[in-house]
C-alpha cells in the first residue's frame, strides 16, 4: 500500500533539457515546489543547436565548457520519432514541419518547446543562469534534514543567487565533456584536431585528408557527411569487424578507408596505425565519446566520477548516504531516453513526497556493490556502467513508482530501427519515411492526436 502525502519540498532542477523538463513536470505534479536552472536562454539541452564552437580549446578540454550542445548542423535522430516521445505527449509530425520519421535536430527542440509550453513549465525556468555550487548544508549524517545550497550567476555580469532547497535533481546531461583517448603525439601534433563536440559543418575539412576517430554513430554520420568534400576520410576504429551498413559505405566510396587504431602522431602530419601503415593527415576529428561531469557539485567525495562511472549510484539515480535530496535524471545510455527520463522523474517526485521509501543506504551500498561485481564478471569496463540496452530492465525500474511499461509497439520500432540502422546505416532512416505499417500499428496502439488538434498533424 501507497502512504498518502507526507510533504512537499523546495526543489532545484538543474538542466532544461529532456531529462530536467521531465523531472520538473512530475515534481510539481507530486506537490512540489519547483525552480529549474539553465544556462541557456531556452529550453532543449543538447537539441539546442548552438552555431559557436569552443574558442579556446578545440578538443573541448576547459572546464566548465562555454557551449553546452554538441549537435551537428545535420544532425538526425537515429530513433524514429514516434517511439521518442513522452509516453503521455507524442512525438507526432506537425505541419509545416519536419515531418521524416526521424527528424533533424530542430524538431526535437521544437518537441520539447512544445512539450514544455503544454505543461506550463516555462515559468519555473530561469534563464541565462548557470549554476555555479551546489553543496550540502550539514552532514550526510543530517539524514531526512539534509538541505542544499546553490549558487546561481545570471550570464553576462548579473547578480549572484544563493538559495537554500530541500533538493537537488542534476539532469544537465552527459553529451557535452569531451571524453578523448590517450595517444601518443597528442601534443606535439601541429596540424588540426577537434573533438566532435566542436564539429558543426563539413565545409572546413573540403579537400583535406581527415581521419575519424571512433567509428560509432557520430563517426559514421561525420565520415558519411565529410566523404562528398573530403580529399581522404580514414576511420580508426578498436576493431576492424564493423557493422554491415558501415561495410556497405566504405565500399562504396573509393576515398573512404577503415583501419585499426592510432598507435601514434608525428609533428609532420603523419598518422601512424597498430598495424603499421600510416597516413599524413591534415585534420583528426575525435569522435569518442563524451564523459559525465559536475563542476558544481560538492559532496564532499561522496559522489564522484571514476572512468566515466558515476558512483555510488542506487539504480543510476541515488547516492544511498544523500537519497533521495540529491538525485541524478538522464545518467543511463543506450535506453529509449525520454520515457525513461519520466520514470527516473516520478520516482524521484513519489520519494520526495513520502510515497515510497527507499531501502536503508546499507541495502542500497550492497546492491549497488553486487550491481559492480555483476559487471566485472561479465567482462563489461567501467566507463560502459551506465549502458543499459535493456528494455526489461527499464519496465523493472517504472515498476518502482508506478511507472507503465513500455509498450510493445515502440520497443519493437526502437529495435527495427536499430537493426536497419545496423546493416543499412547510409538510407535506413529515410527508407522508413515511405513505410505506412509503423504508423498503422503506432497509431492503433495509442490516441495519438489526443493533445492536438487534427488539423493541425500531418498524417
Known sequence: MIPEIKQSNHVCVIGAGPSGLAAARELRREGHSVVVVEQHHDVGGQWLYDPRVEEEDALG???????????????????PRLAMGFTDFPFLARKGRDARMFPGHRELYLYLRDFCEWFGLRELIRFNTRVDNVAMVGSAESGNNLKWVVRSKEKNGGKVVEEIFDAVVVANGHYSQPRLP????????????????????????????????????????????????????????????????????ISKYPNLH???????????GQVLFVDGSFVIADSIIYCTGYSYTFPFLDTKGIVVVDDNRVEPLYEHTFPPLLAPSLSFVGIPKKIIGFSFFESQAKWIAQLLSGKRTLPSPDDMMKAIKEFYRTKEIEGIPKCKTHDIANFEYCDMYGDNCGFPHLEEWRKEMWLSAFTDGFSNYETYRDQWDNDDEWLRVAYQSHDFTQLYDANDVAL
Open 61 to 79: 578540454r576547459v572546464t566548465p565548457l562555454e557551449v553546452h550542445s554538441s549537435v551537428y548542423a545535420s544532425l538526425r535522430a537515429n530513433s
Open 258 to 268: 577503415l583501419h585499426l587504431q592510432i598507435d601514434s602522431l608525428c609533428e609532420d
Open 182 to 249: 590517450n595517444i601518443k603525439g597528442m601534443d606535439v601534433w601541429t596540424r588540426k584536431q577537434i573533438h566532435s563536440h566542436v564539429y558543426r559543418v563539413p565545409e572546413p575539412y573540403r579537400d583535406e585528408v581527415v581521419v575519424i576517430v571512433g567509428s560509432s554513430v557520430s563517426g559514421q554520420d561525420i565520415s558519411l557527411e565529410l566523404v562528398s568534400v573530403a580529399k581522404e576520410v580514414h576511420i580508426s576504429s578498436k576493431s576492424l569487424e564493423i557493422s554491415e551498413g558501415l561495410s556497405k559505405v
